[in-house]
């Protein structure tokens, strides 16, 4: 039967994704997805806001294809606006959350072999949406503040590239913020080279500490920056709601590409979170996001200080959900971790393995802390410091 498959099927169904899901072992601490606090979800409000929407006058059961969203998209606007992007409420799609987004980019832009720029590494669930077009895949390095804009230029001036992928705020995996000079040459790069750029702005509204710098979207010029937010980090999940903007000939074709794939978004939970938005305050609900990350992520940097050992490296993340792991290049920490650290010591992360597009980088990880206690970032810390140095010491011998 496998012959008649699509050759796409292959390809994506060795993307890695199934590591970021929950072991079955109770004693493993995971560090692998990039989940969020269920003790932060808003569940009453959520639940109340719901029950207001089905006891409704009009029924919101039945399809709603047409202007449905409207009021959503106009709190998405007025969003975008308080943190300095200004976007028409009709020129924004909600979408079956971010990820949808970038299956939809990809299937717009991308025919196999088009050139497509990554960050390496980069988010691991866009790799899997990519690869099912088969891009060529041209990778860029991260540097402390973003991409390295010197490799970009050369590869813009040597090879056709049609789109750009970036996560600008607190990159997944990275934890690392694009500083604003570089968002600046950036769109400057891809109005000279003729490039789209994807914005992907999850972790957007999850800062820490220090300033919140202007999206890529806000310096746009040209119409060149497609941006994708998402309720997944900010709300919950399983609403399954983000959103796409962009410019008018790219969002016509993305609504018709839309519409061929699932017909409409849940009007359910599009008008659920309307009246949340509508209803509740979002600014205090994400003020307490902000307090208790901070929280976890301060333990994590503490933890890592305390127990890594001399050679590991790690980044100190100004906000998101992650911090980026690196030992010296002959470990492989993907063999690490399936040697030594499941079976031995109960502790897990995403190796960096697939989050390069060529699954050749081995000595890296994404470390989240996000959806761990602070007893279990301390004990995990503590673990996966013991694997490495075991690791390491196999690695020796």
């Not at 970021?20 to 806001?49: C, N, Q, R, V, W």
């Amino acid at each position: 039967m496998t012959e008649e498959f699509a050759s796409r099927v292959s390809i994506t169904s060795k993307s890695g994704l199934n590591a970021i899901y929950p072991s079955h072992d109770p004693e493993m601490i995971s560090f692998t997805g990039g989940f969020p606090d269920a003790s932060l979800f808003p569940t009453k409000e959520l639940g109340d806001s719901f029950q207001n929407v089905i006891s409704g006058k009009q029924t919101p059961f039945q399809y709603q294809i047409g202007e449905e969203s409207e009021p959503l998209r106009n709190q998405i606007s007025q969003l975008l606006a308080a943190d300095g992007t200004q976007v028409d409420a009709s020129k924004i799609m909600v979408t079956q959350g971010a990820q949808q987004g970038l299956d939809l980019v990809a299937k717009l832009l991308i025919n196999k072999g088009d050139g497509l720029v990554v960050e390496g590494p980069t988010y691991i669930g866009a790799l899997a949406a990519f690869d099912a077009y088969e891009p060529t895949y041209y990778t860029v390095g991260m540097e402390e503040d973003g991409m390295n804009l010197v490799d970009l230029k050369k590869i813009l001036i040597q090879q056709h590239v049609k789109l750009i992928y970036t996560i600008p705020d607190f990159q997944n995996p990275t934890g690392t913020v694009m500083s604003l000079a570089k968002r600046k040459q950036l769109v400057e790069l891809a109005n000279r080279y003729d490039v789209l750029l994807l914005e992907d702005a999850p972790y957007r509204w999850l800062r820490y500490e220090g300033e919140s710098l202007p999206t890529l979207k806000s310096l746009d010029t040209q119409d060149r920056v497609i941006q994708l937010g998402s309720f997944s980090k900010i709300l919950a999940p399983a609403l399954r709601l983000g959103w796409l903007t962009a410019g008018n000939d790219l969002f016509e074709r993305l609504q018709e590409l839309k519409g061929g794939s699932d017909l409409e978004t849940s009007s359910l939970m599009i008008q659920t979170v309307d009246y949340y938005l509508t209803h509740y305050d979002l600014n205090e609900h994400l003020g307490k996001l902000q307090k208790s990350y901070q929280v976890k992520r301060n333990a994590m940097m503490n933890a890592m200080e305390r127990y890594l050992p001399d050679f590991a490296h790690y980044t100190k993340p100004q906000g998101g959900f992650f911090t980026w792991l690196t030992v010296p290049e002959d470990l492989d920490l993907e063999k690490v971790q399936n040697n030594q650290l499941k079976p031995s010591f109960h502790v897990m992360m995403i190796p960096s393995t697939n989050l390069f597009p060529d699954k050749t980088h081995r000595n890296g990880a994404r470390i989240s802390f996000s959806n761990v206690t602070l007893s279990q970032i301390d004990l995990g810390i503590q673990r996966l410091s013991n694997g490495l140095s075991s690791g390491y010491q196999k690695r020796s011998v």
